[in-house]
């Protein structure tokens, strides 16, 4: 286990977007955008369901449009604040961004390989790597507890989203990998342990 950052909430919600176009194209996202589909709202509004009985005040979001746009429906629901933070951005994908796995496999031949052999220390091209990334999820959790009132609900990505999950929970690299989150999911943590709403 891994020691938690003292600044970083005890208790926490972690909701990512909802679904977009891209996700229905199977393209990869990084740090560019593409539009929530209707099911993506629907799915923010089913999160913001969900979440009334939590009494969440802060809403801590990635600056990506689909993030930003998910934590908007939720928090109008709620009447809860929203609390731009950088470093919950997604994992920059570099010059794979916006592409479909089959592109990367035609233009970077070999590219899947290598970072199947070492998954979390692989960067994009141009981009980053889960361990570079790591440091960036655990700043974000700690500005999320200097700016939240009461346990935030954080809207996030998967990819970092896995690494925001290992920090609050202390887990490892290769647990941190092990790690989904559908769009439309909205998990707990409370000291260490996390549960589905």
């Known amino acids: 286990m891994i020691p938690r950052d003292r600044h970083v909430p005890s208790r926490a919600y972690l909701a990512r977007h909802g679904q977009t176009v891209w996700n229905l194209e199977g393209r990869l996202h990084g740090r560019l955008d593409s539009p929530l589909t209707a099911d993506g709202i629907a799915q923010a509004r089913a999160a913001a369901d969900r979440l009334v009985p939590c009494g969440i005040r802060t809403i801590c979001s ?9 934590a908007v429906i939720i928090a109008e629901h709620l009447g809860a604040d929203v609390v731009e933070v950088a470093d919950l951005a997604e994992i920059d994908h570099g010059e794979m961004a916006g592409m479909t796995w089959a592109e990367i496999d035609e233009r970077y031949p070999g590219a899947r390989a290598e970072r199947a ?25 700690s500005e999320c507890g200097w700016s939240a009132v009461g346990p935030p609900l954080i809207v996030a990505h998967e990819m970092i989203g896995r690494l925001l999950r290992a920090e609050l929970r202390g887990l490892d690299a290769g647990q941190a990998l ?20």
């Not at 990635?62 to 998910?70: D, E, F, I, N, V």
């Open 117 to 141: 052999e070492n998954r979390y220390g692989w960067a994009f091209p141009g981009g980053e790597s889960y361990a570079q990334a790591r440091l960036r999820a655990r700043r974000a959790l």
């Open 178 to 197: 092990s790690l989904r989150h559908p769009p439309g999911l909205v998990i707990e943590i409370d000291d260490d342990r996390e549960r589905v709403l």
């Open 62 to 70: 990635s600056p990506l449009g689909r993030a930003m746009a998910t």
